[in-house]
């Protein structure tokens, strides 16, 4: 056996105790500043702040990232990455794309009522044109949309829906549709029911022509 093969099955080395110190700090970091983000908003939540509310120092922070907008970044894929492990429950191959939808959806309402500042945040900075954070929201959207074409997907194969179904374009029409309900929700006071019930209706209306022939 060669030296390369020997490596190429060599057990992964553990971490060593720095590692993970470093791993330890950032993540109390990412929470205190999660938390200080919804509490706060962005601009009111500062560096000095945060590093309190994790009980370490500012250096900290800068050693474990370039600066707040680096951090908020952070902040937002971890996020998604809490949210994705969220939306595991709604796969299951026994009920309908409509149906798996719904529930896919009704979890991110779910997930995201108690710290709605911070999604408020997220796309506000998107929207102003701040680099980074524009490329951490889109990275993380990306992988949302990537369980809603799957959730489509499966239809197309169950026969459910049409083969001729634009995958791609109706999984953007039916995100685009749940980002708009936010707004609603806001200027309407709408609960998390009264936004399932709406977007239930917005994704029977979008895959309406889209049935598979009886």
Request: hydrophobic share 45%.
């Amino acid at each position: 056996m060669t030296q390369t093969s020997v490596c190429a099955f060599a057990p992964a080395q553990p971490m060593t105790r720095r590692a993970l110190a470093k791993q330890r700090t950032r993540r109390h970091l990412l929470d205190a500043a999660k938390r200080l983000f919804n509490e706060r908003g962005y601009e009111a939540a500062t560096v000095r702040d945060i590093a309190a509310a994790a009980g370490l120092s500012t250096g900290a922070v800068f050693a474990s990232f370039a600066d707040k907008a680096d951090l908020f970044g952070a902040v937002i894929l971890d996020d998604f990455d809490a949210l994705l492990e969220h939306l595991q429950a709604c796969e299951q191959a026994d009920v309908t794309a409509e149906g798996e939808l719904l529930c896919l959806f009704n979890s991110i309402y779910a997930f995201q009522r108690d710290h709605l500042p911070l999604v408020r945040a997220a796309i506000g900075h998107s929207w102003l044109g701040q680099p980074e954070a524009e490329r951490r929201v889109r990275a993380g959207v990306k992988r949302v949309l990537g369980h809603v074409g799957e959730v489509l997907r499966r239809g197309v194969e169950r026969g459910e829906l049409s083969a001729d179904l634009d995958i791609r374009l109706t999984t953007e029409m039916i995100w685009e549709s749940f980002i708009a309900n936010y707004r609603h929700g806001l200027t309407e006071a709408s609960d998390r029911e009264a936004l399932t019930t709406r977007l239930a209706a917005q994704i029977r209306i979008l895959l309406a022509g889209w049935r598979a022939a009886a």
